[in-house]
């Protein structure tokens, strides 16, 4: 990712939505022309977000995309390829160029087979773009200690079924530790909460 397109994410007018949408799989998946092609089905995958017990906890729908598209478009993120004639509402099997991307040495390359789904396994750690995608995704402190790996893989391994492409096993990471340190705020915040009363 380049810093153009880091520039244009940290728009403050377009949603945390748009910005994922851009980072976990629009950016990551675009072929070597910097070109991707829509698919609402991947996207909504891409977008989904589950709760810890793995049930969705928000499933974005097909107008919201649109709508995420719409950001990333008025921001010059991403255009239709010349040519395109746009028949729909929607976006769905419409080619889009990577405005803001280029294919010098500014822009990581990008990650071989990430569209490839595999199951967690003991060895997984985060991909080299983690820190940058825990950033745009709003979580503070990209820091975690080995024992949340430890317990986010563990709880994944018990589900072979759940099969992910890299960026998104990465948005998964994200979710559950921005779901940690919101945790340890809360205790802490009861704690003083309650040396305060104690105090009185």
């Given at each position: 990712?380049?810093?153009?397109?880091?520039d244009?994410?940290?728009n403050?007018?377009?949603?945390?939505e748009?910005r994922?949408l851009?980072?976990?799989?629009?950016?990551?998946?675009?072929?070597t022309s910097?070109?991707y092609?829509?698919d609402?089905?991947?996207l909504?995958?891409?977008?989904?977000?589950?709760?810890?017990d793995?049930?969705?906890?928000f499933?974005?729908?097909?107008?919201?995309?649109?709508?995420?598209?719409?950001?990333?478009?008025?921001?010059k993120?991403?255009?239709l390829?010349p040519?395109?004639?746009?028949?729909?509402?929607?976006?769905?099997g419409?080619t889009?160029?990577l405005s803001?991307?280029?294919t010098?040495s500014s822009r990581a390359?990008?990650?071989?087979?990430s569209?490839?789904?595999?199951s967690m396994?003991a060895g997984?750690?985060?991909s080299?773009?983690?820190?940058?995608?825990?950033?745009?995704?709003?979580?503070?402190d990209?820091?975690?200690?080995e024992?949340?790996?430890s317990?986010f893989?563990?709880?994944?391994?018990?589900?072979?079924?759940?099969?992910?492409?890299?960026?998104?096993?990465?948005?998964?990471?994200?979710?559950?530790l921005?779901?940690?340190?919101?945790?340890e705020?809360d205790r802490?915040?009861?704690?003083r909460?309650?040396?305060?009363?104690q105090?009185?």
């Amino acid at each position: 990712m380049n810093q153009s397109e880091l520039d244009r994410l940290n728009n403050r007018f377009i949603s945390h939505e748009a910005r994922s949408l851009y980072i976990f799989e629009i950016g990551r998946n675009a072929d070597t022309s910097m070109s991707y092609t829509v698919d609402y089905n991947r996207l909504t995958e891409s977008l989904t977000v589950l709760n810890s017990d793995g049930k969705p906890n928000f499933i974005p729908s097909p107008e919201q995309i649109t709508e995420y598209i719409r950001e990333l478009i008025s921001i010059k993120l991403i255009r239709l390829a010349p040519g395109t004639v746009k028949k729909y509402d929607d976006y769905h099997g419409l080619t889009l160029i990577l405005s803001a991307a280029d294919t010098s040495s500014s822009r990581a390359a990008p990650v071989m087979n990430s569209g490839e789904q595999t199951s967690m396994h003991a060895g997984w750690l985060p991909s080299e773009d983690f820190k940058t995608l825990a950033r745009m995704g709003m979580l503070i402190d990209a820091g975690y200690t080995e024992s949340e790996l430890s317990d986010f893989r563990t709880y994944w391994m018990v589900r072979p079924d759940v099969r992910l492409t890299a960026s998104q096993w990465d948005q998964r990471f994200v979710s559950y530790l921005k779901r940690q340190h919101f945790i340890e705020s809360d205790r802490v915040t009861v704690y003083r909460e309650r040396v305060g009363l104690q105090r009185k």
